[in-house]
C-alpha cells in the first residue's frame, strides 16, 4: 500500500492552508499526498521514545527537538512561504538554528530528521523525502524500520547523501550533527510488540 495523491495538480503552501484541517497532507515538488491512518503502536512508540532522548540529551542547549505533526516548509529559494511547493512533516526533527522556527513551524531545513518506517510510508519516506531532505540540506536522516529492527541512516557530504549506513536496533547509536548526542534502543526494543511473522 502506498500514499494517495490528492489529485494530480500543481499545490504550493498557499492551498495547503486553506485544506480542511481534520485531513493530514505532504507536500513534496508541489504534489499532495494524503497522510496515512493513526499508525501503529510500535511506531509511536519509536518516534515518542526517540524524541524524548532527544529534548533530554538537548536540554540547556540551542538545538530543540520535535515531534510530529510539525509543518517543515522545504523551499528551493527564496520563494514567499505561499509558493513553496514541498511541506513535510517528519516524525521526528531538530532544529538547531531559531530562525528556521514560527509559529507556523519550521522554514528550511531541520538539522536531524527520523522518519519511522510503516507499510503505507516506506517508500515514500525512502524515495521522495530522502531526495527533498537532501535537495533543502538536511544533514543527517534516519529510517527507522520497526518490523525488522533496523536502522538506516544517511548524512550529507558536499550535498550529497553518502551510501547508507544499516544498522540493527542495539545498543546506542550516535547522531553524528549533534555531538554527545546517543540514541539508546536496548530498553526501547524490549517493550515493543513482537513482529508479525
Not at 51 to 80: N, T, W
Not at 112 to 141: I, Q
Not at 165 to 187: N, Y
Request: glycine letters at 6%; a negative charge.
Amino acid at each position: 500500500m502506498a500514499l494517495v495523491p490528492r489529485d494530480n495538480a500543481y499545490h504550493t503552501y498557499a492551498d495547503y492552508l486553506a485544506w480542511p484541517e481534520d485531513v493530514r497532507y505532504e507536500l513534496i515538488d508541489g504534489m499532495a499526498y494524503l497522510m496515512a491512518p493513526a499508525p501503529a503502536l510500535d511506531h509511536q512508540d519509536i518516534a515518542g521514545e526517540i524524541y524524548f532522548q532527544l529534548r533530554r540529551s538537548l536540554e540547556g542547549r540551542s538545538c530543540r527537538a520535535f515531534i510530529a505533526p510539525v509543518d517543515v516548509r522545504l523551499p528551493k529559494g527564496e520563494e514567499l512561504d505561499e509558493q513553496v511547493d514541498t511541506v513535510v512533516q517528519p516524525d521526528v526533527l531538530v532544529v538547531c538554528d531559531a530562525e528556521k522556527l514560527d509559529r507556523r513551524g519550521v522554514r528550511g531545513a531541520p538539522d536531524f530528521v527520523v522518519e519511522v518506517l510503516s507499510p503505507a510510508t516506506a517508500s515514500h519516506d525512502y524515495l521522495s523525502k530522502r531526495h527533498a531532505y537532501e535537495r533543502a540540506g538536511v544533514r543527517e536522516y534516519w529510517l527507522v524500520h520497526p518490523a525488522d529492527r533496523m536502522l538506516t541512516s544517511y548524512r550529507l557530504v558536499d550535498g550529497r547523501y553518502g551510501e547508507p549506513v544499516m544498522q540493527e536496533l542495539a545498543g546506542s547509536t550516535p547522531v553524528s550533527v549533534l555531538p554527545g548526542v546517543v540514541i539508546a534502543w536496548d530498553h526501547l526494543v524490549s517493550r515493543l510488540p513482537k513482529p508479525d511473522l
